[in-house]
């Protein structure tokens, strides 16, 4: 491989996702889980509809923007993503725990499947994903054990 080839390479995987996804905006939410308030971003497609809904739990201690540019950059390809912070992270009151990000995740599947929700951003209820980003995605994990 040329030199050139392998610089203009490297710069390409250097270049943050978000750097490269700078059109979509978020909108910071809040919804209550467990009796306190859990805040987040919510990257609403950009396109007319959505394909989907991704929930992504950020990983340890959580993520007060953006996991890794995600958010902005599927909002791109006309996925919505949901990112919070679990209780105790990043201006979401109440204590840490892996209980409590269990029932988070919960609270907020259920916050999106609200029919102000569905409607504002366009949320198909039967076409949420739950992802995880490191803690996030081993307590993702444990949400797909519990009965609904």
Known sequence: MSRRLLIAVLALIAIPLSVLSQHAQSVAVEFLSGGVCVRGQFFPSVGDSSI???LLVPGWPG???DVLGLGAFLAERDINVLMFNP???H??????????ALEDIEAA???????EIR????VDANKITLGGYSWGGGIRCGVSGIPR
């Open 52 to 54: 989907g809904t991704l």
């Open 87 to 89: 209780r105790g992270m």
């Open 109 to 115: 599947l259920a916050w999106l499947k609200q029919p």
């Open 119 to 122: 409607e504002r951003f366009k």
């Open 91 to 100: 201006g979401s009151e109440g204590t840490t725990s892996f209980a409590h």
């Open 63 to 65: 993520n007060p923007m």
